[in-house]
Structure formats: C-alpha cells, structure tokens
C-alpha cells in the first residue's frame, strides 16, 4: 500500500511539472514575420569592372558583382552607347546590408532576370 501511495504521489508530481511547461510554451508570444528581402525592382542598371548600380524612382542600389551580374551586364551590352548609359531593366534582386560599408547603405544581389530590352533603342531625331 505504501509503495502504491508512492507511486500515485510521483506520478502526480510528474504530471504536475509538466503542465506547467505546457502553460509556458502555450503562453509564448507568436513571433512577429518578416517580410521577404526578395523583391522585383524595375530600374536603371550600369556596370563596371569596379561596380555596379540599380537606380530606381525611389532607390539607389549597390549590386553584388557576381555571376548574375556578369550576365546581366552581357544582355545589356549591345543596348549600350557608351560604358556609363544606364540601361532599363526589371530584375527579382535580394536586398541586403552592405557589410563593406562604402558606397550605399544596401547592396542587392540578383536573383533573377527578368526582362532586358529587346533591339536597338529607338532615336528621338529623323535622319534626312
């Protein structure tokens, strides 16, 4: 009898403990969500052998020079007259903090390509 009163007496100390943490991880503050970094930014794009830049309506973004840059910079090459035009492109880019800290507060990292100008731009004279 002294061992089943025992037992009863541990088993309800048991259960007992582990409400409490069911309360605990029950009473937890739902975390807060961040919106995704990855965004598709419509602008200006130049490219150089020491930088490259995404000049928006609304913003002014470093680009990582990585391969997808390099890819970019190539579609866009025949579009160019010289090497500093700034060429309109639409692009799906992740944002990020510039850990460098030259230059601009944040740098962007393309993701994706997504639409480059096709042809030949179109001139604003008439040749006679």
Same mark, same amino acid.
């Given at each position: 009898?002294?061992? /089943? !009163?025992?037992?009863?007496?541990?088993?309800?100390?048991?259960?007992?403990?582990?409400? @409490?943490?069911?309360?605990?991880?029950?009473?937890?503050?739902?975390?807060?969500?961040?919106?995704?970094?990855?965004?598709? /930014? @419509?602008?200006?794009?130049?490219?150089?052998?020491? +930088?490259?830049?995404?000049?928006?309506?609304?913003?002014?973004?470093?680009?990582?020079?990585?391969?997808?840059?390099?890819? /970019?910079?190539?579609?866009?090459?025949?579009?160019?007259?010289?090497? !500093?035009?700034?060429?309109?492109?639409?692009?799906?880019?992740?944002?990020?903090?510039?850990?460098?800290?030259?230059?601009?507060?944040?740098?962007?990292?393309?993701?994706?390509?997504?639409?480059?100008?096709?042809? +030949?731009?179109? /001139?604003?004279?008439?040749?006679?």
């Amino acid at each position: 009898m002294k061992k /089943l !009163f025992g037992l009863l007496i541990l088993s309800l100390t048991l259960l007992s403990c582990q409400d @409490e943490d069911r309360k605990e991880l029950m009473d937890k503050p739902q975390t807060e969500k961040v919106p995704d970094s990855i965004q598709v /930014l @419509e602008g200006e794009f130049v490219y150089s052998a020491e +930088a490259a830049v995404m000049r928006g309506e609304n913003f002014v973004y470093g680009v990582t020079l990585d391969s997808m840059s390099k890819v /970019l910079s190539k579609k866009i090459a025949p579009l160019k007259s010289d090497d !500093f035009e700034m060429i309109p492109v639409t692009i799906k880019a992740q944002i990020k903090p510039n850990i460098a800290q030259e230059g601009w507060e944040e740098m962007i990292e393309i993701i994706e390509i997504i639409e480059v100008p096709e042809g +030949a731009k179109v /001139l604003d004279t008439i040749k006679d």
